[in-house]
């Protein structure tokens, strides 16, 4: 145990060492020494140091490689203030018990720490508004990657290159779709679930799963009741193909025909149950 105390002693003594500009103290000077007071000054602001970064130990570590740059001379004074000011920010009553490894002339106030606190406030307002400006530009790039990929599912045609040499047909027809998209997703904002299925019919449609009129079906079915969401779906047929009004006023015909019936059925099939009963 006398062993182990007389270790932790020295290994206290080079960190303190570490710490100070003056030499390791000899454990007996002859008369008494003024260094044992810098000594025990030392020490006990290690201790509070060791206490306060209990959890955050390479705070300790790097406290102490300071001061051992500047016991070497590689750092000035006004250089390991500043340091050891931004290693212990938040923390004044550490950095103003830092003046007791200062040389004579030098002396930490506490008007320094305020300047150090409002530079370090503005340093952090400005690191997070260069945050927040580069989340909104990533997720606009991302929004934009998405409206071309939803486009490339709405098209026959590949994703257009943003740069076309000479410029690109297939730009104007990307430009239109997003438009289409925009005013499908604007009708159905309550209904997203329309939004999907038309991604899905155009799908299968590039993959030619289904053919021009059967997409003409589908689409025409999906956005019954809705006829300018109709009429502008003409904006991803091939030539040679296109919707009509007259398509529509069809549509709607067979639409209230087959909605006749089907209350037949069920007003058929509630007067059967009725006399059954």
């Known amino acids: 145990q006398q062993q182990q105390q007389q270790q932790q002693q020295q290994q206290q003594q080079q960190q303190v060492s570490y710490a100070t500009q003056t030499p390791m103290p000899d454990p007996n000077p002859p008369g008494g020494d003024i260094r ?32 051992k740059d500047f016991k070497s001379q590689q750092i000035d004074t006004p250089g390991v203030i500043a340091r050891v000011s931004e290693l212990f920010a938040g923390h004044p009553s550490l950095i103003l018990g830092f003046n007791t490894f200062l040389p004579p002339g030098y002396k ?70 997003l438009g289409f998209l925009d005013q499908v997703k604007l009708q159905f904002a309550d209904q997203p679930q329309v939004y999907s299925q038309f991604l899905d019919i155009m799908k299968d449609f590039k993959s030619q799963q289904i053919d021009t009129p059967g997409v003409i079906a589908r689409v025409s079915e999906l956005f019954a009741g809705h006829p300018s969401l ?21 549509q709607q015909q067979q639409q209230q025909l087959q909605q006749q019936q089907l209350q037949q059925q069920q007003a058929a099939l509630a007067q059967q149950q009725q006399q059954q009963q």
Do not use: C
């Not at 340093?123 to 997070?128: A, M, N, P, R």
């Open 230 to 250: 109709i009429l502008g779906f003409n904006t991803f047929l091939p030539p040679g193909y296109k919707i009509e009004p007259s398509h529509i006023e069809e």
């Open 36 to 67: 044992n007071v810098k000594f025990e000054n030392a020490l006990g602001f290690l201790d509070q140091v060791k206490l306060q970064f209990a959890d955050q130990p390479q705070v300790y570590s790097q406290f102490l490689d300071i001061m």
């Open 108 to 177: 930490i106030e506490p008007s320094h720490i305020e300047e150090q606190q409002q530079q370090q406030q503005l340093q952090q307002q400005q690191l997070q508004q260069q945050q927040a400006a580069l989340a909104q530009q990533q997720q606009q790039q991302q929004q934009q990657q998405q409206q071309q990929q939803q486009v490339s599912y709405a098209t026959q045609t590949p994703m257009p290159d943003p740069n076309p040499p000479g410029g690109d047909i297939r730009n104007v027809k990307f430009e239109n779709a």
